[in-house]
């Protein structure tokens, strides 16, 4: 009964690999987020879609690449990875965009 | 861009203990949020906050909206070991489809 879902919890990889993060929520919610936590835990909002077309996208590099193949579902795949993209990727959800639910986070280790 | 300005950044205090943090701004908010980080989790909303002056409470959490709108303070009463994590707030303007969150208050509490 998971609201927000992300799969993995984990991940591990080599400089320049590529990877992908998943997220789903069962909320029935309009709007979806990703956000970027670094290692001083500050919050940075990266993109954010609305019944799946992108509505906010935060001068992120276009190494990542969002996708909503439904309302349910937000995608971050991240394309040759660096050092610097190390860091806990949370999904979140919401129908007001004060009151939003996230997710477990995905942490991010590049080596 | 729009900062929220959080302090204290961290805080030690002893089990029973009372906790104020707050958050300030620059810019006006409508509505101003805090949330709750539980290490290994996401972010969750305990207290939002619509108008000015607003007082707010959540079991032994209580936050404001300063009168100023540019400006939220939250306290915890009577500290018990599962306070313990980070707590950010949030502010949202009308019609902005994000939130600004501070840089969080880092809560550890000794037993």
């Known amino acids: 009964d998971t609201a927000v879902s992300q799969t993995p919890k984990y991940l591990v ?5 590529d990877k992908s993060i998943k ?4 909320l029935g919610h309009d709007t979806m987020y990703w956000y970027k936590q670094d290692s001083k835990k500050f919050l940075k909002i990266m993109f ?8 906010i996208n935060e001068t992120v590099p276009n190494r990542f690449s969002p996708k909503s193949p439904d309302k349910a579902h937000l995608n971050l795949h991240i394309n040759s990875l660096e050092l610097g ?11 007001d965009p004060r009151k939003q639910f996230f997710g477990p986070g995905t942490r991010l280790t590049v080596l | 861009g729009q900062q929220l300005n959080q302090s204290p950044q961290s805080m030690f205090i002893q089990e029973g203990e009372d906790v104020s943090m707050n958050c300030t701004s620059s810019s006006i908010f409508n509505t101003w ?6 290490p290994g989790e996401g972010p969750v909303l305990l ?9 707010t ?16 303070f939250l306290n915890i009463s009577a500290s018990i070991p599962s306070d313990v994590g980070i707590y950010f707030c949030a502010g949202h303007i009308q019609g902005a ?3 600004v969150f501070g840089q969080g208050t880092r809560l550890t509490i000794n037993p």
Request: with cysteine; aromatic share 12%.
């Open chain 2, 57 to 72: 409470s959540n079991g032994r959490l209580t936050a404001q909206f300063g009168t100023t709108r540019k400006d939220s």
């Open chain 2, 97 to 99: 489809q994000k939130l």
């Open chain 2, 33 to 38: 949020l805090w949330y709750k980080q539980d």
């Open chain 1, 13 to 17: 990889t080599q400089m320049g690999n």
């Open chain 1, 23 to 26: 997220c789903e929520q069962n």
């Open chain 1, 85 to 95: 993209d190390s860091a806990v990727y949370f999904c979140a959800s919401s129908q």
């Open chain 1, 48 to 55: 954010s879609y609305n019944n799946k077309e992108l509505i």
């Open chain 2, 47 to 55: 207290i939002a906050l619509y108008k000015a002056g607003e007082l």
